[in-house]
């Protein structure tokens, strides 16, 4: 009787990868020194090489196992090429991340003039994907010189033998033609930026550089948490630990900060994410927070003059002995934070309450957060992948609660079924009733709730337009002079830009909260320093000030 064929060791490398012990170790060894004598076949295996690698350089064993781990991810350029037979557009690999591939995406204007910066000549315009021309010869034409028109609208010269005879040097691509004459016209920075994305220009990113392909994206470590025994699973209480202050804040230096937002953008380019807040993160204002177990968040504020009004908008970055593994947006004003952890695929199955516990704890205390909370599409409602997921559950485990009387009620009555018949699921039916909520971790015994941004904007419309007709540029004028006066500090009139900015910005909303002449001298220096906090070099001090004026949550959701 003939035996079945063993499995690949790739594949039993995967299935262990999350066994940790005296065991595992040896037993992960042993296979990837098999694995680097054999050739990997597939492209799933190729892939799943890939990830169970970058895992293991995450969730080390020992030091034996990650130098092993770190000598495969080493070699895994020369594993594709053979692959691929040196083609960074292998069909089979596009959009998986792996270094020597290629990514097909339309990436965002500002995100690409920091890529191509980064990158130079990795990054090209997806000619076969380009059907018809006139977008992007229309973008073009709003940045060339007069005496160039002509030369663009003829119609026996394509576009592309157009951009190759502007190139200052073999190595420039078309697309790196574009950006720089962008960039380099009179239009506004906002306007570039419109009329480059308005085109949505696909793009090819050759992964070609070391230290661009998902597996190489890493941060040095100075000291390694190896994984000797398995990933706690217990559902410790997050409250006591988020009211603890975090292990170590460590605030960097411009050059140290910009290093962390190239990390970070190639972390999420790789996989062809983007998020707002990194787009157009601010070297001066990123902050480092540890959490044992070799974790650590980083926390990046927006440049002044492209921040939102009135709350913050931060990124932050969740890495793992170095090596990036979760990441998110949070908006955060007057003590109130929605947010959402999104964990890379790679990592799905590790520490996630640990991960939750350490973004929460960082924004408790470096920007005075007391209530979290997530909207209903975080719970499922109008997103498929959550609701099949449980997220509902997922988040209840972590201590967040329905703002939905209703679906607070049929959350307990579905707990109840379940103490009484363990292995029991609820149905997607009722997942889908559950879904119809947002969800709070409070912390502030009810004194804090969020802000309607939607109905506060709509109060900051009808002000400008009863009070100054609609003119956008005098309400901004108008209101902060009548600002600085009523606040007794020269708030538009100051030499620094940022601050400047938050004074025009901001204004109209404060000028229109009910009762602000009558307030105490002291709630209006207050005041000030939250107005020049927003338009400073750091951000989240602006969270933080504004999180401790009470007077200002009251006017504010008076209101809004």
């Known amino acids: 009787m003939s035996r079945a064929p063993a499995s690949h060791p790739v594949d039993r490398l995967y299935a262990v990868s999350r066994d940790f012990g005296p065991a595992a170790a040896p037993e992960k060894l042993r296979l990837l020194e098999e694995i680097a004598e054999r050739a990997v076949g597939s492209r799933a295996r190729l892939v ?26 080493g070699r895994f350029r020369a594993r594709i090429e053979r692959y691929t037979k040196g083609d960074p557009r292998d069909p089979t690999l596009v959009n998986t991340g792996l270094p020597g591939t290629s990514n097909a995406y339309a990436y965002s204007y500002a995100v690409l003039q920091r890529l191509v910066a980064l990158s130079p000549g990795c990054l090209e315009l997806d000619w076969e994907e380009i059907r018809v021309e006139a977008p992007v010869t229309d973008v073009l034409i709003l940045a060339a010189a007069a005496a160039e028109v002509r030369g663009l609208e003829d119609e026996y010269l394509s576009l592309r033998e157009w951009l190759s005879s502007c190139r200052s040097s073999p190595e420039q691509t078309g697309l790196e033609i574009i950006l720089k004459m962008l960039r380099d016209s009179r239009l506004d920075p906002r306007v ?12 090819i990113y050759t992964l070609r550089d070391p230290g661009s392909g998902r597996c190489e994206i890493a941060h040095p470590s100075s000291r390694i948490f190896y994984q000797r025994s398995p990933v706690p699973r217990t559902n410790f209480p997050l409250r006591p630990r988020i009211q603890r202050p975090p292990a170590g804040v460590t605030h960097l230096s411009p050059s140290a900060g910009q290093a962390a937002i190239d990390l970070s953008l190639r972390a999420l380019c790789s996989r062809n994410l983007e998020i707002h807040p ?34 913050t908008l931060l990124f932050f970055l969740v890495l793992k002995n170095g090596i990036p593994v979760a990441y998110g947006p949070a908006s955060v004003f007057l003590g109130c934070c929605e947010m959402g952890i999104n964990l890379f695929g790679e990592f799905r199955g590790g520490e996630i309450r640990f991960v939750y516990a350490l973004v929460m704890r960082a924004l408790r205390h470096l920007a005075s957060v007391r209530y979290f909370f997530l909207t209903s599409y ?3 409602e109008g997103n498929e992948e959550a609701l099949r997921s449980g997220a509902f559950w997922f988040y209840r485990k972590l201590g967040f609660r329905a703002t939905n009387p209703e679906v607070e009620a049929l959350a307990r009555e579905q707990e109840d079924i379940m103490r009484r018949r363990p292995g029991y699921r609820c149905s997607i039916e009722t997942l889908r009733k559950l879904s119809n909520t947002e969800a709070h971790f409070d912390l502030s015994r009810g004194t804090c709730r969020p802000v309607d941004f939607g109905g506060l904007g709509q109060a900051v419309s009808r002000y400008v337009t009863d009070r100054f007709g609609g003119d956008r540029d005098r309400a901004r004028n108008v209101c902060a002079r009548e600002l600085a006066k009523k606040l007794r500090a020269p708030l538009a009139r100051t030499g620094k830009s940022g601050e400047r900015w938050a004074a025009l910005e901001m204004a109209p909303l404060l000028c229109a909260l009910p009762g602000l002449d009558g307030w105490s001298a002291r709630d209006r220096r207050a005041l000030a320093a939250v107005v020049r906090a927003k338009g400073g070099r750091r951000e989240i001090d602006y969270a933080r000030k504004a999180a401790a004026h009470p007077r200002l949550r009251e006017a504010i959701e008076s209101l809004s």
């Open 48 to 73: 799943r090489l890939h990830d169970t690698l970058y895992f293991l350089r995450a969730y080390p064993d020992d030091p034996a196992v990650l130098r092993e781990v770190n000598a495969h991810i």
């Open 192 to 203: 570039q930026m419109h009329v480059f994305e308005t085109a949505e220009m696909p793009v």
């Open 278 to 311: 990194l787009i157009y993160a601010n070297p001066w204002d990123v902050t480092v927070v540890s959490g044992g177990r070799g974790l650590e968040v980083w926390l990046v504020g927006m440049l002044p003059g492209l921040r939102c009004v009135p709350e």
């Open 378 to 380: 975080g719970m499922g």
